[in-house]
């Protein structure tokens, strides 16, 4: 049996069953990452120290069976953007690479609680601001299976992590389909609650109206655990919703008989790559035959939706990104003249091009003359793009669409042609400006032999039935189970 | 046209940010071509459409005013890049 391929239900068991202990699960790791991260660079900054402790820890509760949870010494990444107390937390940008929280996330802290072991900080696009994690100011991630191209971005570590088995299971961010992009790139699950589900408490902010925490995991079931760990209403974090937070793993329900799921127009743009049209198509005539209803909807605003994106999300951007001063942490030019020249050579210094891009971007449709021509119009648009899913969702219970227009593409492809590169998250970002559950599963591979990911999307905080179709279609196919050859 | 050479400049000092004229070349071409295709949402009939300002509709969040534990000068200015006694130091601001 090679324990880093178990998923976290299955290590589980077998550390139950005493077959192995956490600490050796925990080295096994350690091995695997020894082994390919030298390829995939899916890690920033490995947590081994505390790892071991994490999991010395963890043994003693299950010889004691005191405390135990599913998650007792499970092997996790969290992404570099979630502030670990003492752990460098970099956000993969040099203005933060000497930055040590004096706190634990929310999430961060109820894995903690629940005994989970952090094996390293993940590798990610600077500042959750990229689709291919090669805005990485501390150098690319590669994809488990082709290394000449991008794991996705911008959660690129945490999904290339969890498909390369340098992990159980991860946690990522999704400001624009920076979970569900890089799990369908990388052929694993990615989970992105509906926007307050989950405490954004010491999540290092982007976008503050579009970012959610979430779990990359090689199966639904694992989704599940990760979603009963982290949920819940937070009063460190006001926009987090006070409703009960359900049993996820109640949704592991192997059956869409009588479902209704709609697939928006849409969504299959122009431009979009053959095979994952094929592998979506496919995977939606399996869970017709299943039982499901399946009616195609129209969701008219769509193309709308990276416009007003690009403008809402730099906004908030220019805005959060206001910090980044050398005053309090991180970065501080050496050789200024005056506090401003500081603010300027600082910044200028510490963020990367994307970065300096997208503030650029925000401050100027933000700037007097403006705001009524960008922003507001911007948020005019979200309403009616918000309006056109709450039209769906009278009639549906989930939609079904590709997660990405294509599998995952070479390095460098987009680099240079920020549009290009804005444009191929058109398939996830609605979903954020609407503040709404969505799941990536693999559903196929391209004849080139790259995972496809099936996007489904469900109402807010109504993720059984968006997981429930998931478990349905992972249960009766086995694309999930094939798993890159990195030797 | 939507952004020229000078406007880019403008919005950098505004931003705090210090571009070398290459980066300032490149932003002004890449600005021009983002948000010409943002254009686009004029296409689209706002008339009477409310924008949004929060996705999930929660009232006002709350709390009574009460002293609660914060977190200790010590840790809080252990990043700071430069320091004195329980203070961050910046460079003189009133000359």
Not at chain 1, 5 to 18: D, F, G, N, S
């Amino acid at each position: 049996m090679e324990w880093s391929r178990l998923t976290a239900h299955e290590a589980h068991e077998y550390l139950m069953k005493k077959s192995f202990s956490s600490l050796e699960l925990t080295q096994s790791f350690y091995d695997c990452i020894k082994a390919v991260d030298s390829k995939v660079a899916a890690y920033l900054t490995p947590m081994e120290e505390e790892a071991y402790q994490q999991a010395q820890q963890a043994d003693e509760k299950i010889a004691k069976g005191e405390g135990v949870t599913e998650l007792t010494g499970i092997p996790l990444a969290l992404k570099d953007i979630l502030c670990t107390k003492s752990i460098r937390t970099t956000c993969a940008s040099k203005i933060l690479s000497n930055f040590y929280p004096p706190y634990d996330a929310t999430v961060v802290k109820k894995l903690r609680e629940n005994g989970a072991v952090f094996l390293g900080k993940a590798n990610m696009d600077e500042f959750a601001m990229g689709s291919s994690t090669e805005n990485s100011g501390f150098g690319i991630t590669r994809n488990p299976w082709d290394l000449n191209r991008i794991p996705g971005g911008s959660s690129g570590g945490s999904a290339a992590a969890v498909a390369a088995d340098e992990c159980i299971a991860s946690l990522g961010s999704d400001t624009g389909g920076s979970i569900r992009q890089p799990a369908a790139c990388c052929g694993v699950v990615g989970f992105k609650p509906t926007y307050g589900r989950v405490s954004r408490f010491g999540l290092v902010a982007f976008a503050s109206s579009l970012d959610q925490i979430g779990p990359i995991t090689k199966d639904v079931t694992d989704c599940t655990i990760l979603m009963n760990s982290i949920s819940g209403h937070d009063t460190n974090d006001s926009t987090s919703v006070n409703v009960a937070v359900p049993d996820y793993r109640k949704a592991l329900v192997n059956d869409v008989k009588g479902m209704k799921l709609g697939i928006p127009n849409e969504y299959f743009v122009e431009g979009m790559d053959p095979d994952v049209e094929r592998a979506v198509w496919e995977a939606i005539k399996l869970l017709e035959k299943w039982g499901a209803s399946i009616k195609e909807v129209s969701l008219p605003h769509t193309e709308y939706a990276v416009a007003t994106y690009y403008i809402i999300c730099t906004a908030e951007a220019s805005s959060n990104l206001a910090r980044y001063d050398g005053v309090k942490y991180g970065h501080r030019a050496k050789g200024y003249d005056g506090l401003i020249d500081m603010y300027g050579k600082t910044r200028s210094e510490g963020f990367g091009p994307e970065v300096k891009r997208r503030i650029m971007l925000g401050t100027y449709v933000l700037s007097a003359g403006y705001y009524d021509a960008y922003y507001r119009k911007a948020q005019q648009v979200r309403t009616l793009i918000r309006e056109d899913f709450d039209r769906a969702f009278e009639e549906y219970d989930a939609l079904l669409t590709a997660t990405s227009p294509t599998p995952a593409f070479m390095i460098g492809e987009k680099v240079k042609d920020p549009l290009q590169m804005y444009l191929s998250d058109i398939l996830t970002i609605p979903v954020n400006l609407a503040g709404l559950p969505g799941i990536s599963i693999p559903c196929g591979f391209s004849r080139g032999g790259l995972p496809i990911g099936l996007q489904i999307i469900g109402k807010h905080f109504d993720e059984e039935k968006i997981l429930r179709v998931a478990y349905t279609f992972e249960q009766r196919t086995d694309c999930h189970l094939k798993r890159p050859r990195l030797d | 046209m939507k952004i020229g050479f000078k406007d880019v400049e403008y919005v950098a000092g505004l931003a705090r940010l210090r571009l070398s004229d290459e980066e300032k070349e490149e932003f002004t071409t890449q600005l021009d071509d983002i948000l010409t295709y943002m254009d686009k949402l004029n296409e689209v009939d706002t008339t009477g459409v409310e924008p949004t300002s929060h996705v999930i509709s929660i009232k006002n969040v709350l709390r009574n005013d009460e002293v609660r534990e914060s977190l200790p000068s010590e840790p809080s200015l252990k990043n700071a890049p430069e320091k004195e006694r329980a203070f961050y130091k910046v460079p003189k601001i009133i000359a």
